[in-house]
């Protein structure tokens, strides 16, 4: 915790078990001043008590509350054998006499009726005197008065401990702490494994990001010459690319106290705790400057500020973000904190969040490419037991598109399924099939499929290869199965080009491979299904992002209808007229109805190839390139040579 509160702990600190020494003190004095409890009076019957009586015993008899009776012997009578173990015993010295007997007697009238019976017919002389007497508990009235007090105490006990933050973890489940930060501290005294070394490839952001670091611990090598000391850094980039791990990774090695939070942790249920938070975390920073801030999908509080009053809702968002503002740019470029954040959105996030003097840097951090995957690879395969000649640059073509975080999911699963098969090292068909699960699910080799389901399946996904093989710009081919994995029955997969920007004949392209499958359905059984649905969703999609977002389509023209700022999402209103809505629909369907014949056109041209496929897909299950180039010949289309020697390296291997 802070240092303040160290302090306070030197101090001798208020302890809540003063109050129950208090309260047992209490006990003690109020037992030794009442006594009784400490005098042991012999019980006895009333039958017994009658026969004292009747040997003329019995000098006094003191009845207490009319409930029960107390006995006082004669002199003599307590010298007598039976009465020697009566005489009262105590630990304190008292002044008055003190009762040899007490038994509780039911009825006192009758009880008064038989002792009057007794004297008269034994003639005692003298009669035994009987007193009345009335004894107040007053140890338990004591008690009962006392309880509420007790209670009421104790409960302004729970409520300061609550309040003082008392019981040091979970802050943030307390309701007097709502408003405190709940972020993560890691200093020089909790160990963080993670270092930079942990992280492979994203050589621009490490070293922007170690940057970050130098200038807190060498603030003045910068600021010598006049520079600021920037005040935040934002990583941008897909999910799974590392942003997080990179973050751990400055906070192993910076050491500096490294706060961590994600934006949703300022997010609570009452209004103004956002803003109380900012504050509190910013507090804490500059109490332990140099220190770093990072905040993880931040995107959760600095989405863009709205512009129309009326929906109130977001008020608490945005006060937070207004917090966080006024915070960065709040304090001097000497207090030495600097935030970093992450997000996968940076579109939508404020403009003022993103400006010079707050996250003044903002560092991309993208998903890998083959050299990159190749080290992510590295450092994943570093734990496991690997069989030797397993080719890491094979693997890391296998896997385009793979984030970091597909890639250590990817050597996981593959020890997994080794280690399934009770195997003693991890080879590279457990790798594939890691990749082959992960891209397309579970296995499911007792799923039922009825013969014409298979080979209805198997002529589709024929007809995605055929197609995609015949044109200029559709992603080469890796190979098709109709092993049925995850929800999907089939499947064809490609390498797709890692393309900077996308032409439009490339899009069509690629929609047109995408239908190959329907297409072929139509082509073979004149019927078709609605396996095709994925298919659909992709081209329409895509149809619509030509259409209205990157201006594609001649006859809606350059216009876009995508905003950047995020504000849209909300929106209930198109941003175009119903007659614009009418032809963009109809610009959508038109794409895609002419792609769809030029898939069936084209399948026509080679319905024997296409069932020449069908035909081994359905007798192999998994097909590969060479198996494609024995039907069609070498391929057209020279597809970039990075790629093509990719494809050589997977038949290489598969042969
Ligand atoms: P995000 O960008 O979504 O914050 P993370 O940093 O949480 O992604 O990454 C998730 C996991 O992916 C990490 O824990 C790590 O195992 C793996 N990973 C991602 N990128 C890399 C990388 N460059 N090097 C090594 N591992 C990585």
Known sequence: MTDNKKSNNKKPKFSPYWIYAGIIAIFLVVNILGGSSFNETNPTTPSQFMSYLRDGDIEKVEIVNRREAKVYLTKEAEQKDIHKKSKPTTFLPTASQLPNYKFEFGDLQNFEDDMAQIVNSENLDPKPKIEYKTEQNLWGDFLIGLLPFIL????????????????????????????????????????????????????????????????????????????????????????????????KAVAGEAKVPFFSLSGSDFVEMFVGVGASRVR???????????????????????????????????????????????????????????????????????????????FDRQIFVDLPDVRERKEIFEVHLRPLKKSKNLDIDFLSKQTPGFSGADIANVCNEAALIAARQGKKEVDKQDFLDAVDRIVGGLEKKNKIITPDEKKAVAYHEAGH??????????????????????????????????????????????????????????????????????????????????????????????LTYYDSSGQSEYGFTKPYSEKTAELIDKEISDIIEEQYQRAVNLLEANKDKLTQLAEVLLEKEVIFKDNLEKIFGERLFKTNEVIAKQIDVVKDEEE
């Open 152 to 247: 009421l105490i104790g409960v302004w006990i729970f409520i300061m401990r609550r309040m003082s933050g008392g019981g040091g973890g979970g802050a943030g489940g307390q309701i007097f702490n709502i408003g405190k930060s709940k972020a993560k501290l890691f200093d020089q005294n909790t160990e963080v494994k993670t270092s930079f070394k942990d992280v492979a490839g994203l050589e621009g952001a490490k070293e922007e990001v170690q940057e970050i670091v130098d200038f807190l611990k060498n603030p003045e090598k910068y600021t010598s010459l006049g520079g600021k000391i920037p005040k935040g850094a934002l990583l941008v980039g897909p999910p799974g690319t590392g942003k997080t791990l990179l973050a």
């Open 465 to 558: 290869a055929t197609v995609s093989w015949m044109l200029e710009h559709a992603a080469p081919l890796v190979k098709v199965t109709i092993v049925p994995r995850g929800r999907s029955l089939g499947a064809a997969w490609y390498l797709p080009e890692e393309r900077l920007i996308v032409r439009p004949e490339q899009m069509l392209d690629e929609m047109c491979a995408a239908l190959g499958g329907r297409a072929a359905e139509k082509v073979i059984f004149n019927k078709i299904s609605t396996g095709a649905l994925s298919d659909l969703e992709k081209v329409t999609k895509q149809a619509r992002a030509m259409v209205t977002i990157y201006g594609l389509s001649n006859k809606v023209g350059n």
């Open 280 to 358: 509190d975390l910013f507090k804490q920073a500059k109490e332990k400057s140099p220190a770093i801030i990072f905040i993880d999908e931040i995107d959760a509080i600095g989405r863009a500020r709205g512009k129309n009053a009326m929906s109130g809702s977001n008020d608490e968002r945005e006060n937070t973000l207004n917090q966080l503002l006024t915070e960065m740019d709040g304090f001097g470029t000497n207090t030495n904190v600097i935030v970093l954040a992450a997000t996968n959105r940076a579109d939508i996030l404020d403009k003022a969040l993103m400006r010079a003097g707050r």
